[in-house]
């Protein structure tokens, strides 16, 4: 990145994983793994998408995720503006599992900032 590129913003993807998932049969589960794989390869992909790192918590998180905290899952990544990350969320709305959307299973919250410099 130059000097005069604008920097990226830092962006936290929540991700939560609605009762309509846990309501599923269980042969009906692993379309929404294979949707899920698609849509984060997808995130992942997008233009000037840096992922810096992710969390799933879901081993110590049983159960749907109310509204609000806590997530199930979280990606921090760098995007290179709004846009991109309004489109990452998209990516929920728009993955295809059977009849429905990724968004039915799954919700997401992106939380936009900038990175946190530690001081030396």
């Avoid at 990145?1 to 609605?18: E, H, I, N, Q, Y």
């Avoid at 009849?99 to 030396?120: D, Q």
Wanted: aromatic share 10%.
């Amino acid at each position: 990145m130059t000097a005069d590129a604008p920097k990226k913003l830092r962006t936290l993807f929540c991700g939560a994983v609605t009762q309509q998932f846990f309501d599923l049969p269980e042969a009906e589960i692993g379309s929404v793994w294979q949707a899920t794989g698609v849509m984060l390869r997808a995130l992942r992909d997008l233009p000037g998408v840096d992922v810096i790192g992710t969390m799933d918590d879901d081993q110590t998180t049983v159960g749907a995720t109310p509204n609000g905290w806590p997530w199930t899952f979280y990606i921090l990544a760098d995007v290179p503006d709004h846009a991109t990350a309004a489109a990452a969320c998209n990516l929920f709305r728009m993955t295809p599992v059977g009849p429905y959307r990724l968004w039915r299973y799954m919700r997401v919250e992106a939380r936009i900032g900038r990175e946190l410099v530690i001081p030396p």
